[in-house]
């Protein structure tokens, strides 16, 4: 504790500075809490401080992706994979076939349909990505060619595209259901990261950097706090906005 005229250290008990023999009685108080304050932001500027919620969010972002027995791994495949597949083949002989009403409302579902299930897949389990990625081109290629062969049974048109323009709109459908897959892969992910992160009260991953540059004071709070909301809210949101606007330019842009 310092003295507030001469500055001179101060033991806690003192009423009087023994530098310049001043009453500091009336403030003693003030100077004890001011004390107090500079521990605070000292052990929050102090990377060792945080040595343990650091550790824990490395545990959270290295946790190894779950390994599933065979037959779990078939349940997964046939839940998110042909499940979604059937519906998406079911609703295009409905609308295309038993009603014949306008493709559009084909389109839409070919867009939330994948994504309501990419989203349930990755929101609760870390999973690996390729395989999965991997099950999405299997999802969007077999669902357009299923498509088309449902339409040539019932019309007599040819399985394969037979133009160029045709390939082109068959490739921007195949598309746009895969996009709209790994749209809701991407935010389910999110989801997961955000869940474990507030279990476990973990802060971002760029954490460890960021305390040990405002140790070395190359790092304001206020600098830091913009940054880490910057990053929290506009980073993945904005890839995730990417892949929908990708999924509904190739899922529309032939039929509106």
């Not at 079911?90 to 559009?104: C, E, F, N, P, S």
């Amino acid at each position: 504790m310092q003295c507030p005229y001469c500055l001179s250290e101060v033991s806690k008990d003192a009423f009087v500075c023994k530098a310049c023999a001043r009453d500091i009685y009336m403030f003693k108080e003030l100077l004890v809490k001011i004390d107090e304050l500079e521990a605070v932001i000292k052990n929050q500027l102090d990377p060792a401080a945080d040595t343990d919620r650091i550790a824990t969010l490395e545990t959270i972002v290295d946790e190894p992706v779950r390994k599933v027995g065979f037959l779990r791994c078939i349940s997964d495949i046939a839940l998110f994979i042909v499940l979604p597949l059937a519906l998406l083949l079911i609703a295009h002989a409905l609308i295309t076939v038993v009603y014949d009403t306008k493709m559009v409302y084909l389109r839409i579902i070919s867009m939330t349909l994948p994504f309501v299930f990419g989203y349930f897949l990755f929101r609760s389990v870390r999973r690996a990505l390729f395989p999965w990625f991997v099950g999405v081109l299997f999802l969007a290629i077999a669902s357009v060619i299923g498509m088309s062969g449902m339409t040539s049974l019932v019309d007599g048109a040819p399985i394969w595209p037979a133009s160029l323009f045709e390939w082109r709109e068959m490739l921007e459908y195949s598309i746009s259901i895969a996009f709209s897959f790994l749209t809701g892969m991407l935010l389910g992910h999110m989801t997961y990261i955000s869940t474990h992160q507030r279990r476990s009260g973990a802060s971002n991953p760029l954490m460890t950097l960021l305390l040990t540059k405002m140790s070395q004071g190359t790092l304001s709070p206020d600098a830091l706090h913009t940054l880490i909301k910057k990053i929290n809210e506009y980073g993945t949101t904005i890839v995730a906005l990417a892949t929908t606007g990708i999924t509904i330019y190739t899922g529309l842009k032939h039929v509106l």
